[in-house]
């Protein structure tokens, strides 16, 4: 069982940047690749970024814009946010996935609650 807890969500300008934290608890954390989606009223959740040891995924409307990074030691996966956009806002999800399939949310297997992000111009 692994449990996910996101924080560092909020309301910034367009333009700026925000870091977004996601604290995992369970044993065989390190095992599991770990992604972030998001999601607006009535929409599919859509995948942002995903990490599995060193390698790194991003959908193509972050690239170049977020980071995503995580820290073994403390159970920790985060999502730098640069550049933000109006666009950007939405709730943010950390999951984790056993799996190798990460733009889709439906191989996650693990899901945090989800933080706000709102990006104002």
């Known amino acids: 069982q692994v449990q996910l807890v996101e924080s560092g969500g909020g309301l910034v300008q367009a333009g700026g940047s925000l870091r977004l934290s996601c604290a995992a608890s369970g044993r065989t954390w390190s095992s599991f690749a770990m992604g972030w989606f998001r999601q607006t009223p009535g929409r599919e959740r859509e995948f942002v970024a995903a990490i599995r040891d060193e390698d790194t995924y991003y959908a193509d409307s972050v690239k170049g814009r977020f980071t995503i990074s995580r820290d073994d030691a403390q159970n920790t996966v985060y999502l730098q946010m640069n550049i933000l956009k109006p666009e950007d806002t939405a709730v943010y999800y950390c999951?984790?996935?056993?799996?190798?399939?990460?733009?889709?949310?439906?191989?996650?297997?693990?899901w945090g609650q989800g933080t706000q992000v709102t990006v104002y111009s």
């Open positions: 999951a984790a996935t056993r799996g190798y399939n990460y733009r889709s949310n439906k191989y996650y297997d693990y």
